[in-house]
């Protein structure tokens, strides 16, 4: 069975770090690009960040630049979502998903498998 599952998320506290995981099965996220979308109650589903499978370069939306960092685990088959200086704007369900090839964006429609997700909740 072909799927994507993510991990790491929980109740933070303002200014404080998780790191989220992305694991596959039943298929090699070598070819893939992956990326990071999060949706908070009443939103529409943002994209934040993307590893592509061409050359592993990263992209990053405004809102999480600079403290968010996307990489690729050393087994290749797992991508991490480092996320740091969490703010309350934050909380959302995280989920990844892959698209065959190199990045071209973060509409959802292009992308073939996504996780079930997981809550981060930045609250005090």
């Known amino acids: 069975q072909l799927q994507l599952v993510e991990s790491g998320g929980g109740l933070v506290q303002p200014g404080g770090s998780l790191r989220l995981s992305c694991a596959a099965s039943?298929?090699?996220?070598?070819?893939?690009?992956i990326a990071w979308f999060r949706q908070a109650p009443g939103k529409e589903r943002e994209g934040i960040s993307c590893?592509?499978?061409?050359?592993?370069?990263?992209y990053y939306a405004d809102s999480v630049k600079g403290r968010f960092t996307i990489s690729r685990g050393n087994a290749k088959n797992t991508v991490y979502l480092q996320m740091n200086s969490l703010k309350p704007e934050d909380t959302a369900v995280y989920y990844c998903?892959?698209?065959?090839?190199?990045?071209?964006?973060?509409?959802?429609?292009?992308?073939?498998?996504w996780g079930q997700g997981t809550q981060v909740t930045v609250s005090s």
């Open positions: 998903a892959a698209h065959l090839g190199p990045w071209s964006g973060f509409n959802p429609y292009e992308y073939d498998y």
């Open positions: 039943g298929f090699t996220l070598y070819y893939y690009s």
């Open positions: 590893i592509s499978s061409s050359d592993g370069s990263t």
